[in-house]
């Protein structure tokens, strides 16, 4: 990723270059270490700027949580600071590219983008864990009226389908590299045909990292229509009965079951498995009730929140540990005299919100964008507001 190495700066033209830069907002200060974050405003996008401090060499790269997708805004953030501090690079990788970058697509979608979003197709489809991608781009292909949501949490994976979906000439998919327990929440109720949840990790020793759990399958049949179905398919034992149980135990359910069922397209992994004789189980659970409308009607603001003398210390240098969800304050920084940026991670223990703070006097916000709206973000997001609260 991006990065400049140049020779060491001294604070003061540091102090300078923050003072009079047009894209530079902040400067902020760890309470330990000698590496800052600089805040940048550039070409519509607001991110952070790492700057390591090292003896022999500084170093200018991107901040993982805040980097925008565009991978040469960052680069030109870089050649305007190294420009405007008369840096003498040792060594770079800012050249501009006139390729995309890897997940520049509008057939990405970002998971914030279904916080308020209309679908173009006469029908909905969601595929979780799409792996290699060749269902997902079968059913696209057979059924072109049908929008097919994609979730991949695997990024090279997400990449590889992009790029089918460009040589293949698609119109029809959606690819979100995101949490599929997550993702759920987003969609409107009954909104879609059909679930395919086809291989999941069978997760044996973790069994709370499943896919299939209680809140998975109840958030399935809201969007769902009536007549729509989860289709789980799987060659784990442990995993077929643990998901019939799952299944079973809500209070209606229609469920159905087949053993061995050959489709249409399979996947490297299950012609593999059925080399080896292995069973592949295949379950339906049908929607079969209109579900109530759900409204994103989450409040991410803070009020009556900022800065007090001595916050940065009162903070729990440990987790947080809540039922369904947790808070951790990973470092804090100083900005000016009376201000703090704080890196934060939360939410959902298997697929956590990472952040930044930004608390002032009088003013406490996320920087440079709020959580995805989602119940358990929320929560985390009442449990941070009482760390910040001006009593």
Not at 54 to 80: G, H
Not at 322 to 349: I, N, W
Not at 362 to 377: G, H, L, R
Request: with cysteine; charged share 30%; net charge negative.
């Amino acid at each position: 990723m991006p990065h400049i190495k140049f020779e060491p700066i001294e604070d003061d033209l540091l102090d300078e270059i923050v003072q009079r830069s047009p894209i530079v907002t902040f400067r902020a200060d760890p309470l330990e270490g000698e590496d800052c974050l600089l805040g940048i405003e550039y070409e519509g996008e607001t991110f952070l700027l790492q700057l390591k401090r090292e003896k022999s060499a500084d170093m200018l790269k991107y901040d993982k949580v805040t980097r925008p997708l565009n991978v040469n805004v960052i680069k030109k953030a870089l050649a305007s600071l190294a420009e405007s501090l008369n840096l003498k690079i040792i060594s770079s990788n800012i050249a501009l590219s006139s390729h995309k970058p890897p997940l520049a697509s509008e057939y990405l979608k970002k998971i914030k983008d279904f916080e308020s979003i209309e679908f173009p197709f006469e029908s909905v489809a969601v595929e979780v864990g799409f792996g290699s991608g060749r269902h997902l781009l079968y059913q696209a292909k057979e059924n072109p009226q049908r929008l097919y949501i994609g979730l991949e949490i695997h990024t090279p994976s997400a990449q590889q389908v992009l790029k089918q979906i460009e040589l293949q000439g698609l119109k029809n998919i959606w690819v979100v590299n995101y949490d599929a327990r997550l993702f759920l929440e987003m969609l409107p109720s009954n909104s879609c045909e059909q679930i395919f949840v086809h291989f999941p990790v069978p997760w044996d020793k973790k069994p709370h990292r499943r896919v299939i759990n209680p809140d998975f399958t109840e958030e399935s049949m809201r969007v769902l229509v009536p007549g729509g179905q989860l289709e789980l398919r799987t060659d784990s034992d442990k995993y077929f009965w643990y998901s019939l149980e799952t299944f079973f135990a809500r209070p209606k359910a229609e469920v159905k079951i087949e053993k061995n069922k050959d489709l249409a397209v399979t996947s490297k992994y299950e012609a593999r498995w059925k080399r080896q004789e292995k069973d592949i189980y295949e379950v339906h659970v049908v929607s079969r009730e209109l579900s109530d409308a759900k409204l994103l009607e989450f409040d991410f603001s803070f009020s009556e929140c900022g800065y007090r003398p001595g916050l940065e210390t009162q903070l729990p240098a440990e987790a947080v540990i809540e039922e369904g969800y947790f808070v951790h304050f990973e470092r804090v920084y100083r900005v000016g005299e009376e201000g703090l940026l704080v890196k934060c991670a939360f939410g959902s223990f298997d697929r956590p919100e990472h952040k930044y703070l930004k608390i002032e006097k009088e003013m406490c916000c996320y920087y440079a964008s709020t959580p995805v709206k989602t119940k358990v973000n929320q929560q985390a997001h009442q449990k941070i507001a009482e760390y910040f609260h001006v009593k």
